[in-house]
């Protein structure tokens, strides 16, 4: 069964620094996608970035990108010059397509919350 | 606004009640999805509709059922309420086969069982 795993719970960053926040995943799969989500203190769910398992170039957004370690299941999103804003908790998500059903499988981690310091 | 409309905000019960959460899709999603958010746990995935009928069903309790009606709107029912089923619930929509371009979330509906 597939698992996504962040096993920072909280982290605090200052601001106009860098911060990595980590993920890893265990799956048998070749075709999926991840997911990074943002959830600020409005508790909307906000999707940061997305990137497609077969694709090895990083996806990039902005301030915000990703280190994508397929053989090492890895999945960690950087955040660069940091910003108040960015305080949120952060989850980390992998989705594949079930072929036999026509569905979709989505799992989240639990999440690493973040707080950007002035 | 993220266009996945979810009423109400919040919502106090006590044990034993039943609650109906309701959520609008985004304009032109067909599948809307429904996630629980306990305190301090990651989000759990209940169940999938698309077009009308369940697609998905995940970690989703026999005292709770949903349905998506022809408008594409659907509800969430939460029957014999527990204090353990205090929690975030959230709705999501996509349009099915650009799922993997990620969900469009409603902000959620803050249930509290007293």
């Known amino acids: 069964a597939q698992t996504v795993t962040q096993s920072q719970p909280e982290m605090s960053v200052q601001e106009a620094e860098t911060v990595t926040l980590s993920c890893t995943y265990d799956?048998?799969?070749?075709?999926?996608?991840l997911f990074w989500y943002k959830q600020p203190p409005s508790r909307q769910m906000i999707l940061v970035i997305r990137?497609?398992?077969?694709?090895?170039q990083n996806a990039t957004e902005n301030r915000f990108s990703v280190n994508f370690q397929k053989a090492a299941k890895s999945f960690s999103l950087k955040i660069s010059d940091s910003q108040l804003g960015d305080t949120a908790m952060y989850f980390c998500?992998?989705?594949?397509?079930?072929?036999?059903?026509?569905?979709?499988?989505?799992?989240f981690g639990t999440g690493t919350r973040l707080k950007v310091l002035a | 606004d993220s266009g996945v409309t979810q009423t109400p905000k919040h919502l106090i019960t006590a044990t034993g009640q039943r609650v109906t959460l309701r959520c609008s899709p985004r304009?032109?999603?067909?599948?809307v999805y429904w996630y629980q958010q306990s305190l301090d746990q990651g989000l759990q995935f209940l169940i999938q509709?698309?077009?009308?009928?369940?697609?998905a069903k995940g970690n989703i309790l026999e005292r709770f059922s949903a349905q998506q009606f022809p408008d594409l709107h659907s509800e969430l029912n939460l029957s014999s309420l527990e204090l353990g089923d205090s929690a975030l619930y959230f709705c999501?929509?996509?349009?099915?086969?650009?799922?993997?371009?990620?969900?469009?979330f409603g902000s959620g509906t803050r249930l509290t069982v007293v």
């Open positions: 509709y698309y077009n009308g009928e369940e697609r």
């Open positions: 799956t048998s799969e070749n075709n999926y996608y």
């Open positions: 990137q497609e398992a077969y694709k090895q």
């Open positions: 998500a992998f989705m594949k397509p079930q072929t036999t059903s026509g569905t979709y499988k989505y799992i």
């Open positions: 999501a929509s996509s349009v099915l086969d650009r799922v993997s371009y990620g969900y469009t």
């Open positions: 304009s032109g999603d067909l599948s």
